[in-house]
């Protein structure tokens, strides 16, 4: 049985930062690619960033350059790094094993976590 468990949500400056953890168990950790979602009220949920098995990540252009993944399989956990936060950054976001369908990534999972809520605001 799969769990994800997100954490480090917040309410925060624009400009500041915050460092989200995602926990999963359930699965052989290291042997699957790591993403973020994030997902705004009234909006499509979409994939803020991957991470490889192997270490190699991608970001939505709307991210590039402020938020960095990174991985740890000795804690079956996955974090994202999230600096210079603007308006646009605000919804829940949710973490998720991947798997490459071909064309894109998707998510591996259909049992969501809770998320975790981040907002900015001054």
């Known amino acids: 049985q799969v769990q994800l468990v997100e954490s480090g949500g917040g309410l925060v400056q624009p400009g500041g930062s915050l460092r989200l953890s995602c926990a999963i168990s359930g699965i052989f950790f290291s042997g699957y690619a790591m993403g973020w979602y994030r997902q705004s009220p009234g909006k499509q949920r979409e994939l803020v960033g991957s991470?490889?098995?192997?270490?190699?990540?991608n970001y939505a252009d709307s991210v590039k350059g402020r938020f960095t993944i990174s991985r740890d399989n000795a804690k079956n956990s996955v974090y994202l790094q999230m600096n210079s936060l603007n308006l646009e950054d605000t919804a829940v976001y949710y973490c998720?094993?991947?798997?490459?369908?071909?064309?894109?990534?998707?998510?591996?999972?259909?049992?969501w976590g809770q998320g975790t809520q981040v907002t900015v605001s001054s």
């Open positions: 998720n094993a991947l798997y490459y369908s071909g064309s894109a990534y998707v998510p591996m999972f259909d049992a």
């Open positions: 991470i490889s098995r192997g270490g190699t990540t």
